[in-house]
């Protein structure tokens, strides 16, 4: 089937749909080594969709997914231990998920989170759990915000 020209007509969303990720400053993330623009913030799922940096060194600390996680990796690899993704790959991690990624040269990856994150104390309890709102917070104290179209109580 495909679609075909109607009567329908169009609506134009109240907000810009694009914005060039170049205008967004990098934001440290909550992983050490880590860095993020923020892209879109899902307000009831808590997902958010970014774009993460991750120096090279860098492996991050066992941390879940409550939600699926989707990649794209625009440039490096990263992965978990023999399962890589190189510049060019996808990748899917399903709800649940429970890892401890790495990424020896570093990588640039779009990622969306389709519910928070969840980062662990040494004793297994959880220490933090990273929705779209704490995403929003932290780039509101960056200053990389502005084209984000939310509505938080400030």
Do not use: C
């Not at 917070?137 to 109580?153: I, P, R, S, T, Y």
């Amino acid at each position: 089937m495909k679609l075909q020209h109607s009567n329908v007509d169009a609506i134009k969303p109240k907000h810009p749909v694009f914005v060039d990720p170049d205008s967004i400053p990098w934001t440290d993330w909550v992983i050490e080594g880590t860095h993020f623009k923020l892209l879109h913030v899902h307000e009831v799922s808590g997902g958010f969709t970014m774009i993460l940096k991750v120096d090279p060194g860098n492996d991050a600390p066992v941390h879940g997914h409550i939600g699926a996680v989707e990649v794209y990796v625009m440039e490096g690899e990263f992965g978990y231990d023999d399962d890589r993704g190189p510049t060019g790959y996808y990748g899917y991690e399903p709800p649940g998920a429970r890892h401890e990624p790495t990424s020896p040269n570093g990588s640039i990856m779009f990622a969306v989170a389709h519910g928070p994150l969840v980062g662990y104390n040494p004793d297994g309890s959880v220490a933090a759990a990273i929705d779209g709102r704490a995403m929003y917070a932290m780039a509101k104290a960056n200053n990389a915000h502005g084209h984000l179209h939310v509505d938080f109580d400030d």
